[in-house]
């Protein structure tokens, strides 16, 4: 019935998906192939190099610098986020004694 309602287009679409055995008849695993296919894919790599341009803004706290980082860090899918965000953060800071403390 979905499809019906979806149109032309949406089958178009739906003949070029593979489904385990049955699948193809269930609600949901059919919703879940559309979402795979019509939702943006992240690009990790430039996620990353986003990251790691980032630098602390002349009227940004540090308090805010570091959440802005961990904000940003989360699209990355790194492994040791909280490394990276204590990396970043020492690299970028502006404030050479805060720097030095950590």
């Not at 739906?14 to 559309?34: C, H, M, P, R, Y």
């Given at each position: 019935?979905?499809?019906?309602?979806?149109g032309?287009?949406?089958?178009?679409?739906?003949?070029?998906?593979?489904?385990?055995?049955?699948?193809?008849?269930?609600?949901d695993?059919?919703?879940?192939?559309?979402?795979?296919?019509?939702?943006?894919?992240?690009n990790?790599?430039?996620?990353?190099y986003?990251?790691?341009?980032?630098?602390q803004?002349?009227?940004?706290?540090?308090?805010q610098?570091?959440t802005?980082?961990?904000?940003?860090?989360?699209?990355?899918?790194?492994?040791?986020?909280?490394?990276?965000?204590?990396?970043?953060?020492?690299?970028?800071?502006?404030?050479?004694?805060?720097?030095?403390d950590?």
């Amino acid at each position: 019935m979905l499809l019906n309602f979806a149109g032309k287009d949406a089958i178009e679409v739906f003949n070029t998906f593979e489904f385990s055995a049955g699948d193809d008849k269930k609600l949901d695993k059919v919703i879940e192939q559309f979402e795979r296919y019509c939702n943006p894919r992240k690009n990790v790599v430039f996620e990353r190099y986003q990251f790691w341009k980032i630098t602390q803004r002349d009227s940004e706290t540090v308090d805010q610098f570091v959440t802005r980082l961990k904000n940003k860090v989360k699209s990355c899918e790194y492994t040791s986020v909280d490394d990276m965000v204590r990396d970043k953060f020492v690299f970028s800071i502006q404030d050479l004694t805060v720097k030095k403390d950590c």
